[in-house]
């Protein structure tokens, strides 16, 4: 699945396999890179930087959800498209500087195909104009690949594009075809310096490796030191601190190994099977300081007497036997051990199977690939067969001769009913606690800080992973600042010993963060937890935070309590996210398993993994879950949620937060509890008051009262407010608070007339265009954000705005006007 496979090209291979044996770049680091955030391919480049406060970002997504706050967003396209023109559907347009960090799509149960063309316009030139299947299917070749690019098969329903793509003037996305459920992430900029516009030119070879390797390998690739393995048994109702480290640095990975867990049994997975005659064949990587490798093979074991030959290097090194047939359902693995004289010193291996006599056939699903370094076994390759992971057998060079068949099988593993009981209880009830300079900042169960709540699923993801083999390892890559000293914490309140655990830490000594720390300039690492039942007709929340920050993503454990017909009708809850008071939420998604970039509730329980989003379980009527239950979790690497003041990261259950169910999460976020953007004026356009105190004039007005309701969670609450829409220039005074380093405008108003657009200036100074493509004549009011440049407000107690409607463009509408002073 990951990254062995990129041996057809050189460079990649050299960047991979480099980093499969450990060699390091540097420790993580604070840098003074823009506060706008990674830029283009920096995104996956500097993934040592995650820590680093955002403040001149402000992430938002165009998407399709329904402007009626029900349930129609995108069945037959009613709100995907922001206009249309004679190239198709515009399903995300913005005037100024910014990025697209992620696009998301489904229709057809994840084909792209009557979609058509998409074309992508960034300051005014054309980078992509191509079928969009094409596209997600990698047809196009680097940098449009897998992972950075997926289809249907790969996301169980989705097709997403990762590539991220920075425009210093203008964006432009439009879909030939009404594209029905979509969403386009991206982020805005107050200004254009260090925005380079997206090359497509660019292959970014070393970005598609490192992402290839996710869930295998650290994508940050520092060095780091490791603290003293912590090995011993935790009581129940007991903890144990694990380690300690002590002065300026970062904790850079944790990995700990529970042996008495075992794998949860229900698992879904596509494969084929060869024939008389046929062979299958793949390279995977391995670690070049090994002293032996252990393939794994998941084969069904319903087909009896399978005999396979297993050559490696052209070396013939075991047989795959499955031995007599097994009618019952069941998972069987196999592992064969490859001798350390046909793999020491080397970072790959050809694999190849050959048929050699079955009942049948010769089937395969899956192989793990382990490198014994030192005495342990590292996970260093997964080689995912069938026809759900295209992407993957490309990367991995998979072929295979005489294909008798190939599809999905859900089946179980023969594992007893108390150890599952038993198992879930651990990962639920054994809470990782970390603190950094003597505050927790860390706190959450074992099975979700790795990616997994409802039991042990094979879990990878870019930022963790859970190996489920029997000396497995749970892995954390994030990255954890700390001044002074930072603890690790198991508290057992399962209700069972946690005996036989290890405990790595991996920390990396920097002096440089006790004052980034101090400064603000980057913020402490999160894992915060959320649990219980929901309310009807009230959100789930993720996470409700004051101070600034970074919200990366979460991972999420549904418990559906719809006993029959739609067990899964929680799935049709929408994400929605609030920024720094905004009344307007800046990302309105369509569709839980939308938001964890599937589609068709994971094509009906598919279970998928990919670097940034997936779905590793669901589970049905047993295993510990009553009715429906399922575990995704979803990393905003790019489009990573900036607040300078508050957050609150919601997702709905149902249609309308009518459907029942137990949630838990734990979301991963970097923050400072001292907010940096103060609200330091407000502007009331219905009081004349308020107008002459703020000295307000305008050409071309009317003024009258809208009674309407807000998108999202308030989408019920009426509203009632003058309003005034303008055709000619506006000017105010509004005022800023000291030491400003920025400052954002927020505008309340009638978005009724889509397309809204002014030149806005400061002191007499262009800073660039307000356009507001958005409209919703059902839920009225909307509250937007434009984005002031420090160079127009530094050192200034108040600056005077001029707003030109622009000609052509609907009547300039507000009710109110604030500012928001950003400081620090």
Avoid at 285 to 311: E, W
Wanted: charged share 20%; glycine share 12%.
């Amino acid at each position: 699945m990951r990254f062995g496979s990129l041996l057809a090209s050189t460079v990649i291979s050299a960047l991979v396999l480099s980093s499969v044996s450990g060699a390091a770049q540097a420790a993580p680091r604070v840098t003074s890179a823009t506060d706008k955030g990674p830029i283009g391919w920096q995104v996956y480049r500097q993934m040592d930087q995650l820590a680093a406060m955002r403040p001149g970002a402000m992430s938002r997504q165009f998407s399709s959800f329904d402007r009626a706050g029900g349930n129609d967003d995108g069945f037959v396209g009613t709100y995907s498209c922001l206009r249309k023109t004679a190239t198709g559907c515009v399903i995300a347009e913005r005037t100024g500087a910014g990025q697209i960090d992620s696009m998301w799509f489904t229709r057809d149960f994840g084909s792209m195909v009557n979609n058509g063309r998409i074309k992508i316009e960034l300051d005014g030139r054309v980078v992509l104009d191509n079928l969009l299947q094409e596209v997600v299917d990698g047809k196009l070749g680097a940098p449009w690949v897998w992972p950075l690019v997926g289809n249907g098969e790969d996301t169980s329903g989705g097709a997403v594009v990762k590539v991220p793509m920075p425009y210093r003037e203008s964006m432009r996305v439009t879909v030939q075809a009404n594209p029905l459920f979509h969403h386009v992430s991206y982020r805005d900029f107050a200004d254009a310096d260090g925005v380079q516009t997206f090359d497509p030119a660019d292959k970014a070879l070393d970005v598609v490796a490192k992402l290839r390797g996710y869930g295998i390998r650290d994508p940050k690739g520092v060095s780091a030191t490791k603290a003293p393995v912590a090995t011993g048994s935790v009581a129940a109702g007991k903890s144990r601190n694990v380690a300690a480290l002590a002065g300026s640095g970062w904790l850079t990975q944790l990995r700990v190994k529970v042996p008495q867990i075992v794998a949860s049994p229900r698992v879904g997975d596509d494969g084929r099977a060869f024939a008389v005659g046929g062979s299958t064949t793949f390279k995977v990587a391995i670690d070049p300081a090994n002293t032996g490798v252990r393939i794994t093979r998941r084969y069904d074991p319903q087909v009896g007497n399978q005999r396979a030959r297993l050559v490696v290097d052209g070396t013939q090194v075991g047989f795959w036997e499955s031995g007599p047939r097994v009618p019952t359902g069941e998972w069987r693995d196999q592992s064969i051990l490859v001798p350390p004289a046909l793999t020491a010193g080397k970072s790959a291996l050809t694999v190849l199977n050959e048929y050699i006599s079955s009942d049948l056939d010769v089937n395969e699903f899956h192989y793990n690939v382990h490198s014994n370094v030192l005495g342990d076994w590292r996970r260093t390759d997964v080689m995912d067969v069938g026809p759900n992971h295209p992407g993957e057998e490309q990367a991995h060079g998979y072929t295979i001769k005489g294909l008798n068949w190939q599809g999905y099988r859900v089946f179980r593993y023969p594992v007893a009913p108390a150890e599952v009981a038993k198992s879930d209880a651990l990962l639920s009830g054994v809470r990782v606690v970390i603190a950094f300079d003597g505050k927790t900042g860390v706190d959450a169960p074992l099975g979700e800080f790795f990616g997994s709540g409802l039991g042990e699923y094979d879990t990878m993801t870019l930022m963790s992973s859970i190996d489920t083999s029997p000396d497995g390892w749970y892995t954390s890559w994030w990255p954890m600042p700390y001044a002074h000293n930072a603890t690790v914490t198991l508290i057992n309140q399962s209700g069972i010993e946690l005996g036989d655990v290890t405990v790595e830490t991996d920390h990396a000594t920097d002096p440089s963060v006790a004052a980034a720390l101090q400064s603000g300039k980057i913020g402490y690492f999160r894992a915060t937890k959320q649990a219980g039942n929901t309310v009807p007709g009230q959100d789930f929340t993720f996470l409700q935070a004051s101070g600034r920050g970074v919200y990366y993503g979460v991972t999420h454990s549904m418990r559906g309590a719809i006993p029959n017909g739609n067990m899964r009708l929680y799935l049709e809850g929408d994400e929605r996210v609030y920024v720094d008071g905004a009344a307007t939420p800046t990302i309105y998604g369509t569709g839980t398993e939308d938001f964890y970039e599937s589609g068709w509730y994971f094509r009906d329980g598919i279970t998928y993994t990919m670097p940034l989003a997936g779905n590793p379980a669901w589970e049905l009527n047993g295993d510990g879950c009553q009715h429906d239950c399922t575990g995704a979790y979803r990393l905003m690497i790019g489009e990573a949620v900036s607040f300078s003041s508050n957050l609150r990261f919601d997702i709905q259950h149902g249609p309308v937060n009518d459907a029942p169910a137990n949630y838990s999460s734990t979301s991963y976020w970097y923050g400072q509890s001292r907010p940096s953007l103060t609200e330091s004026d407000v502007l009331d356009v219905a009081d004349d008051a308020s107008r002459a105190a703020h000295g307000y004039q305008s050409t071309g007005e009317t003024r009258r009262t809208l009674q309407s309701t807000f998108e999202g969670k308030d989408d019920k609450v009426n509203v009632s407010d003058g309003v005034a829409a303008t055709t000619g220039p506006i000017t105010f005074t509004l005022k800023l608070a000291p030491g400003s380093t920025g400052a954002r405008l927020l505008r309340m108003n009638d978005q009724s007339e889509a397309f809204q657009q002014a030149s806005v200036f400061v002191d007499g100074t262009a800073v660039g265009t307000w356009s507001q493509p958005l409209g919703n004549t059902s839920s009225r009011w909307l509250e937007d954000t434009f984005e002031l440049p420090e160079s127009a407000v530094a050192g200034k107690n108040s600056v005077t705005i001029r707003l030109e409607p622009q000609t052509g463009a609907p009547a300039w509408s507000a009710a109110r006007y604030r500012m928001q002073t950003k400081t620090g």
